[in-house]
């Protein structure tokens, strides 16, 4: 389940550290970016700290930690599924109580030129679509700080072999030194020479 964990930097309020995981299907695909309201250029997209695939590659789980968050700093999780052209955008906006969630609603717009008559009101030919809050994962937000929980790993089922005793090694055989071969004894042939 896709969650969002945060709690007070050392129990100061508004000063936060966030945890997020997100668990992804293989069709989909997932952006998190951050920005500061108090260095405006330090804003950016952030990289999970791991990708995990799940069993039998039904699913892939993402982990960021994000540190030094403090009032008005935004959250933004973009996700994407290569099957559908609307996307889910989700904001979460540091206050000094915690976090505010904001789903943003999906709107297609495209321009279409058949609309437009004349040259001076271009502005007519846009058309927009609103297909409203589109939700691949719902995200749920939990406060450390005030909640008690859980992490729940799903079950591992494997599979044993059954039980098969073991062959017993095989004994080498003896090697003696009687059957080597021996050296004979020269023979002396006056009619062979060299």
Request: proline letters at 8%; a negative charge; glycine letters at 4%.
């Amino acid at each position: 389940m896709p969650s969002v964990f945060f709690y007070r930097a050392r129990g100061v309020p508004g000063a936060y550290v966030v945890g997020i995981q997100l668990d992804l299907l293989p069709t989909e695909s997932a952006r998190v970016s951050v920005a500061s309201v108090r260095v405006p250029n330090n804003s950016g997209v952030c990289n999970p700290l791991s990708t995990k695939n799940g069993h039998a590659e039904e699913e892939q789980r993402q982990l960021y930690r994000i540190e030094q968050l403090v009032i008005d700093d935004t959250i933004t999780i973009h996700i994407e599924d290569r099957q559908l052209i609307p996307f889910q955008t989700t904001i979460f906006t540091a206050t000094s109580d915690g976090f505010t969630k904001t789903d943003v609603p999906y709107q297609l717009r495209f321009y279409d030129s058949s609309r437009v008559r004349s040259y001076e009101t271009r502005a007519e030919g846009w058309i927009a679509h609103d297909f409203g809050v589109i939700t691949l994962n719902a995200i749920t937000m939990i406060d450390c700080d005030k909640e008690a929980f859980t992490i729940e790993q799903p079950p591992r089922i494997v599979e044993a072999a059954p039980i098969v005793a073991l062959p017993k090694p095989k004994r080498r055989p003896k090697v003696s030194r009687d059957n080597d071969p021996k050296p004979t004894a020269e023979i002396e042939d006056p009619s062979f020479i060299f």
